[in-house]
């Protein structure tokens, strides 16, 4: 499975972006994607996620009523719709892949990764 995130840049406070994740190869096997971020100088943390079959959805509290997770199931890709962006949403983004094991929330239950896409704003 390959993941290819994009959709980053540079915004001010207030601002919105729309996050994208296109997957490829070997997919059968994916059952929920995600997004994390890394700020500099912290660790990696859980942002959403969605399973494929029936879009269940997974929000952290910290992004909740600003952040929307979905999916188009025929192309294989995941978005995530952020609005309201604060000068703390300032990290990489990145999308994985996990299969029917393990916690949605945790990253480590997930396999596949994308490359990241970062994310900048401006306070």
């Known amino acids: 499975v390959q993941l290819q995130a994009s959709g980053g840049g540079l915004v001010p406070a207030g601002g919105s972006l729309r996050l994208s994740c296109a997957t490829s190869?070997?997919?059968?096997?994916?059952?929920?994607m995600g997004w994390f971020r890394q700020a500099p100088g912290k660790e990696r943390e859980f942002v959403a996620a969605i399973t494929w079959a029936g879009g269940s959805m997974y929000v952290d509290d910290s992004v909740k009523g600003r952040f929307t997770i979905s999916r188009d199931n025929p192309k294989n890709a995941v978005y995530l719709q952020m609005n309201t962006l604060k000068p703390e949403d300032t990290a990489l983004y990145y999308c994985?892949?996990?299969?029917?094991?393990?916690?949605?929330?945790?990253?480590?239950?997930?396999?596949?990764w994308g490359q990241g896409t970062q994310v900048t704003v401006s306070s």
């Open positions: 190869g070997r997919t059968f096997g994916s059952a929920v």
């Open positions: 994985a892949s996990k299969g029917t094991s393990g916690s949605a929330y945790d990253e480590n239950s997930y396999v596949y």
